[in-house]
């Protein structure tokens, strides 16, 4: 095991440090009693059955009955102990790690979910913490007291006879150099099985998440094939596991009869140059099994711990980059905001220099209405995206009521910023829930939220109107239903500044004329930035900032704009009206 895992390991045990120890106590007193029974079966066949005794001083084999049965109960009061305690030990540990977990997905930025697939992340959280789950369950609760056994066996095989005990470790280097070299097989195997059930299990969740749009395209032959092709990928990555495995334990089982063999042989050849006890080879016989009985424990959970070191450097790969992690806890706290933002020569590029943005300088004033304009890849969402500090720029400042976004707290940011996406999320909870998101708002609030939204009339058709639950996903509610919701949500948490990015676009233009008209009577005192493709649900604004392959063309309201001979947005302008009236 390298030594990165076993710190990654360490940083997992170190809180049930105290747990450990106790849990080791225990399996030291278990050990002793499992040395002493077969001891005690000794001292009745070479003291009393082989000279006819019942009685030695004080001592009978009653007495020593009773010794063994009292040892055989306590062993197995603390066994329950240990087993216990080890599993409750391992749901703490997994509880830690399972939080931690989702809380780095919560706080990593913007671009760690671009480049990781949420499929990665939901196997992370799900399958790779049960692994660790079951090394807890099945391994930790008895790797302690299996290796403690085996040193306890050892070690009294030597002080009752030493040349007996060396003939039964002749197999030891045989079982060690086993161990070694079907190991790295193994890990390897291990290792790819772990990537090929990852691929798998994304599969599978993009599969479920997807499956209307396969429906749409009539893809489901083609699915069920790639699901073959991958289950049947899988299935023979476990076949060397299971070779391994299997060879591993069939290697150990001949290996231990061969050293009871040796022990046998020994003792009724006189090897050693005198007899030997009846019950002293009955002691080594024995002592030799219970040896090879943790080994085989150890080997038959051989698979669990490699599952488990391969999902625990998995899991510590992601949580070990700090980097990802979005600070929430410095920054200026924003008190109040007027809604001043200003881009000052913005360069911005999601990866290398390939720039999205070019230089980009604007203003927006507090409580100035502005819509984004220009063809699709343009810049426009990055823009909002940028304001809402999702991602960092590369060169520029961007200011919000003169303070640089990036000396400003991230949490306080983002709570006096709106967004109104063209596909909201909606949880698998309650329409009220959905629209608090964890607030404590009054249901009267939020009643009157869905009013201004002009909601009422869709939330109110529902059996169990605000307190509805929602399908996951929004699955039960229409395209505009969702977008409603969305427009409620955020008309409840009253931002300083919205951003409604084709926010209209499944509405219809009876709806999307009430909606308008709530949008303009809470945009009057504050910042609002659209994003439309529609180019008549923007010509009321402010001022519209054309854009072009990441760079300003024109800025200018909608009549100074159409109205520019051989201007940029004239010629969108009058292209989309033409297509409305060849529409009619």
Not at 470 to 478: D, H, M, T, V, W
Not at 503 to 525: G, P, Y
């Amino acid at each position: 095991m390298k030594s990165k895992t076993l710190q990654r390991l360490y940083k997992m045990l170190r809180p049930q440090a105290k747990s450990i120890a106790v849990i080791s106590v225990l399996a030291i007193l278990i050990n002793l009693g499992e040395v002493v029974k077969p001891y005690l079966i000794k001292i009745v066949i070479d003291d009393y059955l082989t000279a006819n005794l019942y009685q030695k001083g004080i001592m009978t084999i009653g007495t020593i009955g009773a010794i063994y049965i009292t040892i055989v109960l306590v062993g197995n009061i603390l066994n329950f102990i240990v087993t216990t305690a080890t599993s409750m030990m391992g749901e703490n540990v997994i509880y830690s790690i399972r939080n931690k977990l989702y809380r780095y997905t919560q706080y990593a930025n913007i671009p760690f979910h671009d480049k990781t697939p949420a499929g990665t992340l939901f196997v992370r959280i799900t399958s790779d913490v049960e692994d660790i789950t079951t090394l807890f369950k099945d391994v930790v609760t008895t790797f302690v007291k299996d290796v403690l056994m085996i040193i306890a066996f050892v070690v009294m095989m030597l002080s009752l006879n030493c040349q007996l005990a060396l003939c039964a470790f002749i197999v030891i280097p045989f079982v060690i150099l086993t161990s070694i070299i079907l190991t790295k097989i193994s890990n390897k195997a291990q290792e790819y099985s772990k990537k090929v059930k990852t691929k798998l299990n994304i599969f599978l969740a993009e599969s479920i998440y997807g499956v209307k749009l396969i429906k749409i395209f009539n893809r489901q032959h083609e699915k069920q094939k790639e699901c073959e092709e991958l289950c049947s990928a899988f299935w023979k990555s476990r076949i060397p596991l299971g070779i391994t495995e299997a060879l591993l334990v069939g290697i150990l089982k001949v290996l231990e009869n061969v050293g009871i063999a040796i022990i046998v042989w020994a003792a009724m050849n006189h090897i050693f140059g005198t007899s030997i006890d009846v019950g002293l080879i009955y002691v080594f016989v024995t002592y030799t099994k219970e040896i090879f009985s943790p080994i085989n424990r150890l080997v038959e959970n051989f698979e669990t711990v490699q599952e488990a070191i391969v999902s625990i450097n998995k899991i510590y790969d992601i949580l070990d980059r700090k980097e990802n992690l979005e600070n929430f806890e410095e920054g200026k706290i924003l008190e109040e905001v007027k809604g001043k933002i200003e881009f000052k020569n913005v360069w911005f590029a999601y990866e290398g220099e390939n720039w999205i943005l070019k230089d980009i300088s604007f203003t927006i004033l507090p409580g100035q209405s502005v819509a984004l304009v220009g063809k699709t890849g343009s810049g426009k969402t990055t823009i909002t995206n940028l304001i809402n500090r999702f991602y960092e720029i590369q060169k520029g400042e961007i200011l919000l009521d003169g303070i640089n976004i990036k000396d400003i707290n991230i949490r306080s940011l983002r709570e006096k910023i709106g967004i109104v996406l063209q596909d909201p999320f909606i949880f698998a909870r309650s329409i009220k829930d959905n629209i608090r998101l964890n607030k404590n708002f009054s249901d009267e609030y939020i009643t009157k939220t869905i009013e201004l939204a002009s909601a009422d009339e869709f939330v109110n058709s529902l059996p169990n109107g605000i307190n509805e639950m929602s399908l996951e996903r929004g699955g039960a509610f229409s395209a505009g239903e969702k977008q409603l919701l969305a427009f409620a949500r955020i008309f409840a948490h009253n931002p300083s500044i919205f951003i409604l990015d084709e926010a209209t676009a499944n509405i219809d233009t009876k709806t999307e004329e009430l909606i308008q008209k709530s949008v303009d009577k809470i945009s009057k005192e504050k910042t609002s930035i659209f994003i439309a493709h529609r180019l008549s649900t923007i010509v009321n604004v402010d001022k519209i900032i054309v854009l072009n392959q990441g760079e300003i063309l024109e800025e200018g309201n909608h009549m100074e704009l159409v109205n520019k001979p051989d201007g940029y947005y004239s010629k969108l302008y009058n292209a989309y009206y033409s297509g409305l009236v060849g529409e009619t």
